[in-house]
């Protein structure tokens, strides 16, 4: 399927990453909008076409002009007043893709004109190397042909699940939020490290260099993480010891409480 023109407004973290992959999947015709003219400065000379509200006030209304999927990348907060913003400039057909955390389908649609499609979407931040996950739930003006162009879109940047409305704020506690944790384990393990004596550097690569040969290892064997984990744990031995240790803390508890902190945090911003 040919992608219609994207629009991208909020090009911060998670909306560059999400124009990243897209260009390197040969997306053509890519828009963006920043608030501040330094951020849309970043994109100068790049394949995107960015413009900031800073410079001009109607940059948003222009960028949706003729976007086949709008993409609305700002803060929660801000999100229902661009959605008002944009509604009257949107072309027909059109498929706007929220990415608000806690931010359900209803007032999304109440803030634009009745039958806009809305698709929530939550990627995570690998979707700039193409190697994302992005949940999806359809709204209810959502056609066969918006949905399935929007499904084209994330899929060319990583794993696509489709999923209701309620479930896309458990599934930002998982992979949305996810890199974050496993950049917080990688910085506590080569803490770990530098307390057994290495070179902070050294430290860095050896942990960093574990997780990505482990997970390859995973992808390439087709094997569980429980085999492939047992494979490396011979009993009484010093994996089994330190298993041991993540097992007498609970571990599985402990993740299990930062995601249902994550839920909480989602369910005070729907509330807002
Ligand atoms: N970061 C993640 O991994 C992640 C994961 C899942 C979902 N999300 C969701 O993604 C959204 C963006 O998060 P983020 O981390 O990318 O935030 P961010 O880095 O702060 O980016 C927000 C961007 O929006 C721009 N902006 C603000 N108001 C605007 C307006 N009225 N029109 C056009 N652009 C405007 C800002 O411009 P300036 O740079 O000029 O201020 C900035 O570039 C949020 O709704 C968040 O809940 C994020």
Same mark, same amino acid.
């Given at each position: 399927?040919? #992608?219609?023109?994207?629009?991208? +407004? @909020?090009?911060?973290?998670? @909306?560059?990453?999400? +124009?990243?992959? #897209?260009? %390197?999947?040969?997306?053509? %015709?890519?828009?963006?909008?920043?608030?501040? *003219?330094?951020? *849309?400065?970043?994109?100068?000379?790049?394949?995107?076409?960015?413009?900031?509200? &800073?410079?001009?006030? %109607?940059?948003?209304?222009?960028?949706?002009?003729g976007a086949g999927i709008v993409i609305s990348g700002v803060k929660p907060a801000g999100t229902p007043e661009l959605l008002r913003t944009i509604g009257p400039a949107l072309a027909p057909g059109a498929v706007i893709v929220s990415l608000a955390v806690g931010t359900p389908l209803a007032p999304l649609e109440a803030a634009l004109p009745a039958g806009v499609q809305v698709v929530r979407a939550m990627p995570n931040t690998p979707v700039r190397v193409r190697r994302g996950v992005t949940g999806l739930a359809r709204g209810s003006a959502v056609t066969d042909t918006g949905f399935a162009a929007v499904q084209e879109a994330f899929g060319l940047l990583g794993e696509v699940v489709v999923l209701d409305d309620g479930a896309i704020d458990r599934i930002s506690t998982i992979s949305g939020s996810g890199p974050a944790y496993v950049y917080l384990l990688l910085e506590r393990f080569a803490d770990a490290a530098v307390g057994l004596g290495f070179e902070r550097g050294d430290a860095e690569r050896a942990v960093a260099q574990t997780f990505a040969g482990a997970l390859a290892l995973l992808d390439a064997s087709g094997a569980t993480p429980t085999s492939l984990r047992? /494979?490396?744990?011979?009993?009484?031995?010093?994996? *089994?010891?330190?298993?041991?240790?993540? &097992? &007498?803390?609970? +571990?599985?508890? #402990?993740?299990? %409480?930062? #995601?249902?902190?994550?839920?909480?945090? /989602?369910d005070e911003l729907a509330a807002r």
């Open positions: 399927m040919a #992608l219609p023109p994207i629009a991208v +407004l @909020g090009g911060g973290n998670l @909306g560059s990453a999400i +124009l990243t992959g #897209l260009t %390197d999947a040969g997306v053509q %015709d890519l828009r963006v909008t920043t608030r501040s *003219a330094a951020s *849309a400065a970043r994109y100068a000379g790049g394949p995107v076409t960015a413009a900031a509200l &800073e410079d001009d006030p %109607d940059a948003n209304r222009r960028a949706v002009a047992r /494979a490396v744990t011979s009993p009484g031995g010093t994996t *089994a010891a330190a298993v041991a240790v993540f &097992e &007498e803390r609970d +571990l599985g508890g #402990l993740i299990a %409480d930062a #995601l249902a902190g994550a839920l909480r945090r /989602a």
